[in-house]
């Protein structure tokens, strides 16, 4: 059985960090793109980041882009979001997802495993 467990939300002033943790088991997550959602109440689910097995390819919506990092440790499963530089607007429930495709894709129709979420929160 897949799962995808995430950790790591909070609430921090804007301006501030947070890192955000996604800890898979029952699929080798190596070979398999790693994606980043978050969604508000109201709103479709929104891309944030993903990053392909190797490592080399990434993705990231334009939102983020310079202030949010993906990266993964293979190793142990785990794709991590490295946010800086928070905003209000970055307040959402964050979602990690598996994809078997190849490359990142930001289409969340892609990703066919994901976590339960963990909310982040920025204060202004």
């Known amino acids: 059985q897949v799962q995808l467990v995430e950790s790591g939300g909070g609430l921090v002033q804007a301006g501030g960090s947070l890192r955000l943790s996604c800890a898979g088991s029952g699929r080798a997550f190596s070979t398999y793109v790693m994606g980043w959602f978050r969604q508000v109440p109201g709103k479709e689910r929104e891309f944030v980041a993903a990053?392909?097995?190797?490592?080399?390819?990434?993705y990231y919506a334009d939102s983020v882009k310079g202030r949010f990092t993906i990266s993964r440790n293979n190793a142990a499963n785990t794709v991590y979001l490295q946010m800086n530089s928070l905003r209000p607007e970055d307040t959402a429930v964050y979602y990690c997802?598996?994809?078997?495709?190849?490359?990142?894709?930001?289409?969340?129709?892609?990703?066919?495993?994901w976590g339960q979420g963990t909310q982040v929160t920025i204060s202004s």
């Open positions: 990053r392909g097995w190797s490592g080399s390819s990434t």
């Open positions: 997802a598996t994809s078997i495709r190849v490359v990142p894709t930001p289409d969340a129709g892609e990703y066919d495993y």
